[in-house]
């Protein structure tokens, strides 16, 4: 396929492209403005485009049409009628751009949540007994090899169990916090932030790696086109 710009292959024209709409994104920086605004709109409706292809052919096409239509297709004898069934929940979806049929609905949005919370509450209650787990080790734990005392992962049990309980203790509100519960609860307040700031270090060093990306693109693949553009 011939490149629409004269003395520009099409790579290098997709490098262009991507090199001006982020440095668009980037310019939010400096205050919000039109041309930012544009390569989010851009973003936003790019990604639903995409969205709409890849579910139209791995859900609507895969799961629906060829199970009924054309069951050889994904290696059936006859075709499965079952899918009949979620694809007439998935259609009732639509009726809530109708104002007379909205009601229609909430079946399908009713058995989503209803899937949703029997698939997700057990998960849940499984990563809590996970997490439950590892407040419980022993104190005094023994080496397989050798039968003796592993101080310092008992040490890191116990830090681990105090933490717990003074957590629990900043959580407990039937006394008043004065005393060692006072102390306690001070110390799991401290806690809980130190491990809410980690989660937020995590969340900045994700944002962080990003950035990194996108400065290592505009320097190893735009500059150069940058200097150097036929």
Not at 58 to 68: D, E, M, S, T
Not at 83 to 90: K, R
Not at 158 to 184: E, M, T
Request: charge should be positive.
């Amino acid at each position: 396929m011939p490149s629409p710009v004269p003395g520009l292959s099409l790579e290098a024209i997709s490098i262009w492209i991507a090199a001006l709409l982020t440095l668009a994104i980037y310019s939010f920086l400096y205050k919000d403005n039109p041309i930012y605004k544009f390569a989010e709109h851009l973003f936003v409706g790019v990604s639903a485009g995409y969205v709409v292809g890849i579910t139209y052919h791995l859900v609507f096409l895969a799961l629906i049409y060829r199970p009924l239509f054309t069951p050889a297709a994904v290696k059936l004898v006859q075709p499965n009628y079952l899918v009949i069934f979620p694809a007439l929940l998935g259609a009732l979806m639509y009726f809530r751009f109708s104002r007379r049929w909205g009601w229609l609905a909430r079946w399908p949005i009713c058995f989503v949540m209803g899937f949703g919370a029997g698939v997700g509450i057990p998960l849940m209650i499984t990563n809590f007994l996970v997490q439950a787990h590892s407040t419980i080790q022993p104190l005094a734990p023994l080496s397989d090899k050798t039968h003796q005392i592993q101080w310092f992962l008992g040490f890191s049990n116990l830090v681990l169990l105090a933490g717990v309980v003074c957590v629990l203790c900043y959580f407990y509100f039937s006394k008043p916090h004065k005393g060692a519960l006072g102390v306690a609860s001070r110390l799991g307040i401290w806690l809980l932030m130190i491990a809410f700031g980690a989660g937020f270090g995590n969340t900045v060093m994700a944002r962080i790696s990003l950035l990194i990306g996108r400065v290592q693109f505009l320097i190893d693949k735009w500059w150069p086109l940058l200097r150097h553009p036929f």
